[in-house]
């Protein structure tokens, strides 16, 4: 039973970029959720895709965005990098439906914006 | 608004040593859900346990341990006899009722340096 993968694992980019990571669920799950993990801080809640549209979101810019797919995989995409964005970016899976759901988080997409 | 607090940013131990890591969240919610997540340094999220806010008993699983307070809004975790293996970052969350899609509030994590 597949958990929930990430890719890329580590990539570098340059400010003003725009970078995407990509997440497949775990197995049965159709909920997916975006968090951001700067360096010795907790996880940051970006957004949650269910039945492919948004459905919640954190006090994150415009300039994150994502999709989810028909096969519940997910996008996050960020344009117009700065530095600041510099961080670990955790996909969360999950079943949508009563709060208590245990949530399964993936390795984590490691972005360096220099 | 939620909010989960874990005061201590680093502890250290010796081997064989029992440690507490403390949790400290704010809520203003009646159901809620309450997390600890144990993130070795390869970054992924590992799930420990879940526990709800209507169930407060204390529950073992081989050395971890985990002590629900409602009364003081805490959910502190303790590991018996420790060991290297357990030297990770820990966090603990919390998931409100409102929150469909389990959106979770998590604290900003305790260092465990387990030493032999």
């Known amino acids: 039973d597949a958990g929930v993968t990430q890719s890329p694992t580590h990539l570098i980019k340059t400010r003003g970029q725009q970078v995407t990571l990509r997440c497949s669920p775990k197995?049965?799950?159709?909920?997916v959720s975006w968090y951001q993990q700067a360096l010795g801080q907790g996880p940051q809640f970006i957004f949650q895709?269910?039945?492919?549209?948004?459905?919640q979101r954190g006090n994150f810019p415009d300039r994150f965005s994502g999709h989810q797919f028909p096969n519940y995989s997910s996008e996050l995409n960020v344009n117009a990098l700065l530095l600041g964005d510099s961080a670990l970016y955790l996909c969360?899976?999950?079943?949508?439906?009563?709060?208590?759901?245990?949530?399964?988080f993936g390795e984590g997409s490691w972005l360096t914006v220099v | 608004a939620q909010k989960v607090t874990q005061a201590q940013t680093e502890i250290s131990v010796v081997e064989k040593e029992d440690v507490t890591l403390d949790c400290v969240y704010e809520?203003?919610?009646?159901?809620?859900?309450l997390f600890w997540y144990k993130q070795p340094p390869s970054g992924e999220l590992v799930f420990l346990i879940r526990?709800?806010?209507?169930?407060?008993q204390n529950e073992i699983s081989g050395r971890y341990s985990w002590n629900f307070q409602k009364s003081t809004s805490s959910f502190n975790f303790t590991i018996t006899a420790s060991q290297v293996v357990d030297s990770a970052v820990y966090f603990c969350?919390?998931?409100?009722?409102?929150?469909?899609?389990?959106?979770?509030?998590f604290g900003g994590g305790t260092r465990l340096m387990v030493k032999p």
């Open positions: 969360a899976s999950s079943l949508w439906g009563p709060p208590g759901n245990t949530i399964y």
């Open positions: 197995s049965g799950h159709d909920t």
């Open positions: 526990r709800n806010s209507f169930d407060e």
């Open positions: 969350a919390l998931s409100g009722v409102n929150n469909a899609g389990n959106m979770l509030t």
């Open positions: 895709y269910y039945e492919e549209e948004e459905r």
């Open positions: 809520t203003r919610d009646t159901t809620y859900y």
